[in-house]
């Protein structure tokens, strides 16, 4: 399987069940695993037949800045469908970090979506 990572991508939003914690954003941190239409060994070094994980962390970055939402799992899916949908990935897993809890490294939200 061929996968491309990108780990501790650091988004700001606007997420939580309380409306005062939507008011401010919030940093979080996506990890990020998307297996990319074709093999590595068809790619022929050209980032056309690849996904351009620059593009992917710009576009992700600024889903995540749209409106306020309740749920880290809410914008894990939505960035999970982002991927298979715009950067025609056959299959991702999205991780969603967030900093809220006392006595906590973070919570966190995983979704896996397949083309």
Known sequence: ???IWIKGL???SQVGVAAEERQQ?????IDLC???PAPFAYMNDDIMRTIDYDAVARRVQGLSAEGPRHLIETLAADISRLLVDEFHAVAVTVEVRKFVLPET????ARCRLER
């Not at 954003?25 to 941190?29: A, C, D, G, T």
């Not at 490294?105 to 966190?108: E, I, L, Q, T």
């Open 10 to 12: 650091k988004v700001r």
């Open 25 to 29: 954003e919030q940093e979080l941190h």
């Open 34 to 36: 998307i297996q990319p």
């Open 1 to 3: 399987m061929n996968e």
């Open 105 to 108: 490294d973070y919570v966190a």
